[in-house]
């Protein structure tokens, strides 16, 4: 593949939360108007939305959803919350078959008041739980791992290399890794485990780095606008086999107070020319 030549439009898809202020009905709309072909829904806004009606709008706009976000979250220190857990997991996956989607991102919790190495077994045993019931649906379980400055609340899981280990223990080929460049960018062994990754990478998401970052959290930046080599990441992504949706998913305050169709606007302009 030539370097210099951007991905296909239409694998380019919008995260919802890119647009934090709209709906799904809002979301789905400035995609079709911005003629894309996919969307990544977060619950929440299922929720909000209604899932039948979620289902109808995307299937009427003809957009394939490229992932549900998120489930996940498996650790708690009581087995009873654990437990709670993974029944939510187990929603979710009936949810995003309800979706038309294949994937389930996974953000596998942190500490949640347990140490790290119990998190990260009850990540395991809470993927091993729920794997089953997932192939079963034939919807895929994307391990996303996240940058360590999330590790204490949001995912112990922080590393490529991680994420594929628990994948590859679980016996199955329907467990694997989504691979946001905003969390692996800075990883030595990144283009290593990409190889490694091959058929197990579910999903890829780009966004950039700014630096300084502006907020733990809400500090993501437009591509373009940091310091990531996305062209030389999804390249590799692609070189070890995956062809499908690019998702931009970018939390920031002063791009969710744009007007939305602007900001898809410009997340077609920098993807065209950094991705």
Known sequence: MDAHLPPGLDRLSLNQYTTNRWSVR???????RAGLRWIGLWRDKVEAQGLEESARICRDLELGVSGLCRGGMFPAVSAEERARRIEDNLRAIDECRALGSDT?????????????????????EGIGAIAPYAAAN???????PLHPM?????????????????????????????????????DPALHSQIVRAGARIFG?????????PPDILLGRGMMGDGVIDIRRIRLAVEAAG???PIECEIFNRDIWEMDGDEVIRRMIERYLKHC
């Open 26 to 32: 809002e979301a789905a709309e400035g995609c079709a």
């Open 104 to 124: 389930l991102v996974l953000v596998c919790g942190g500490l949640s008041g347990c140490s790290v190495e119990d998190a990260r077994r009850w990540v395991e």
């Open 138 to 144: 034939n919807i895929r379980l994307g391990i996303e």
């Open 150 to 186: 999330f590790g204490a609340d949001r995912s112990v899981i922080n590393t490529l290399g991680q994420a594929l280990d628990i994948a590859e223990r679980s016996g199955t080929p329907g467990v694997g890794v989504v691979i946001d460049v905003y969390h692996v960018w800075w």
């Open 204 to 212: 890829f998401h780009v966004d950039d780095w700014i630096v300084p």
């Open 242 to 244: 995956y062809g499908g």
